[in-house]
């Protein structure tokens, strides 16, 4: 006689919530498995619905970042060297000031562009195969609440995008311009960028550092320490620059304001 295949999973427990069957338990058991989607990201039980793996190589990905981002050091570079390009004292830009200059530019890039894709299209990247959003599947796996639409990532990059983006590409007009609001706006958008640093890397240390495959020399240590410690470095540097700068044009000001009333 035939046995007949049971069509219903076994039961492991009944009770009054209903009926747990063998399959639940071990869906419940893998994340992973019960999305049917594996992925290369941390937690390994990490479940990211319709992800879907990148069709470019980590190499085209970051050669493109490395690449536009050099381009636009450079030509800031050669901005900041023109004769025209003076600063306060009339005199040509030092090393350091141009340097600067150069980081709110490649800064307005990254803001602008690579963070605002991802202020607009958080919800859709992991499924998305738009060259950018491959871009933050790739750094994803040295973070990869980028992945999950985690709220306070979304809420950073937002702002980082729509405010400090914008805000330093006006820090490079106004040092080639020689505005006097130069350096309040580096102090700004310095400010603004440490810390989100901070609390992005303070946020990540009190999970564990979960959302990465700890001590990994490409992914925890490149993507998610040294590219995102740049943010903390030289944003201090600059906010003492800017510091002694407005320090000194506030004496000078209190100096010619007791002339006058003298």
Request: hydrophobic share 45%; net charge neutral; with cysteine.
């Amino acid at each position: 006689m035939r046995r007949e295949r049971c069509s219903q999973p076994v039961s492991l427990y009944e009770g009054a919530a209903g009926n747990i069957s063998l399959t639940d338990w071990q869906m419940a058991k893998s994340p992973i498995r019960a999305a049917g989607v594996p992925h290369p990201y941390w937690p390994r039980d990490l479940s990211i619905p319709g992800y879907v793996a990148n069709d470019r190589s980590m190499h085209e990905i970051l050669s493109f970042l490395f690449s536009v981002s050099g381009l636009f050091l450079l030509s800031t570079w050669v901005l900041t060297g023109r004769k025209w390009a003076r600063d306060g004292r009339g005199q040509e830009f030092g090393v350091a000031r141009r340097l600067a200059i150069c980081w709110f530019a490649v800064c307005g890039f990254i803001h602008g562009v690579i963070e605002g894709w991802f202020s607009l299209y958080y919800d859709i990247i992991p499924s998305d195969q738009s060259f950018l959003s491959q871009l933050w599947k790739e750094y994803s796996r040295g973070d990869s609440r980028y992945v999950i639409s985690d709220n306070f990532t979304v809420c950073m990059e937002t702002v980082t995008a729509w405010f400090w983006g914008p805000l330093s590409l006006w820090t490079v007009f106004a040092f080639l311009a020689n505005k006097p609001c130069r350096f309040v706006l580096q102090l700004i958008v310095s400010l603004g960028q440490l810390y989100g640093a901070v609390l992005y890397f303070y946020t990540e240390h009190r999970d564990g550092y979960s959302h990465s495959q700890m001590g990994h020399p490409l992914y925890f240590w490149f993507y998610f320490v040294f590219l995102n410690i740049l943010w903390i470095i030289i944003p201090l540097v600059l906010i003492l620059d800017a510091w002694r700068h407005l320090q000194q044009a506030q004496t000078h000001t209190d100096l010619a304001q007791k002339e006058k009333t003298n």
